[in-house]
């Protein structure tokens, strides 16, 4: 069965200081895996995908993750946060048929 | 490019009746489309699967014939929500697949927030 884990229900950090969103999957078949972002009452946005090739995967916004087989694991990182990027983060992992989507991390971001 | 979008963003309606959600892939045509419903801080849970001209897949769980989707047409699909309840109050985000998209590729409207009374 494929499933995502994300690790922390809500994160928060100082403005300029890392971003550091953790997600673990498992999953019987190599994963299409994502993250995208939500504000209140919006759809998602993607912000970064891993299909096949490089394993540091570069996104909008100055977020970039990196895909670990060994560790499956796929957390999204930022050098420097703003107060822009507070929001709801979503891991999801797609084996082809559906979509699986975390459950999702808060990032609070303090001035 | 790839422009979901959804109609209305919002509504609110009276228990025991139904509401219709449109969404519409604007730029682009759309073989299979997705309806996700999310509870008020949590995740997106897949309701059903639809493709354009047959019956839509729905997930385990999900009552068919509550919440009833039509996908008419390479860019419009439907979710009507029959006989709303208090419990189906929930904000509900559909995505499009393009036609020659890869496996992956889906493009998210801005949901419907959905209050019934």
């Known amino acids: 069965a494929q499933s995502v884990t994300q690790l922390g229900s809500h994160v928060s950090v100082s403005e300029g200081a890392l971003v550091l969103l953790r997600c673990n999957y498992s999953s019987s078949v190599p994963p299409y895996l994502f993250w995208y972002v939500q504000y209140p009452n919006q759809g998602l946005q993607l912000l970064l995908k891993?299909?096949?090739?490089?394993?540091l995967v570069k996104g909008i916004n100055g977020f970039e993750a990196e895909f670990k087989k060994s560790e499956t694991s796929f957390h999204l990182t930022k050098p420097s946060a703003h107060m822009s990027d507070a929001a709801e983060y979503f891991c999801?992992?797609?084996?082809?048929?559906?979509?699986?989507f975390g459950a999702g991390t808060r990032l609070f971001v303090k001035a | 490019g790839a422009v979901v979008s959804q109609h209305p963003s919002w509504v609110i309606c009276k228990s025991g009746t139904s509401v219709k959600i449109e969404c519409r892939s604007l730029d682009f045509q759309a073989t299979t489309m997705f309806w996700y419903r999310q509870f008020p801080k949590q995740s997106l849970m897949l309701m059903a699967t639809s493709n354009e001209g047959s019956k839509a897949t729905y997930e385990q769980g999900v009552e068919k014939d509550k919440f009833l989707i039509n996908h008419a047409s390479l860019t419009l699909s439907t979710l009507t929500v029959t006989s709303a309840h208090p419990e189906d109050s929930s904000f509900y985000i559909c995505s499009a697949r393009p036609r020659l998209a890869g496996p992956y590729e889906q493009y998210f409207g801005p949901g419907t927030r959905l209050t019934v009374t």
């Open positions: 999801a992992l797609d084996g082809g048929f559906k979509t699986i």
């Open positions: 891993y299909t096949t090739g490089a394993t």
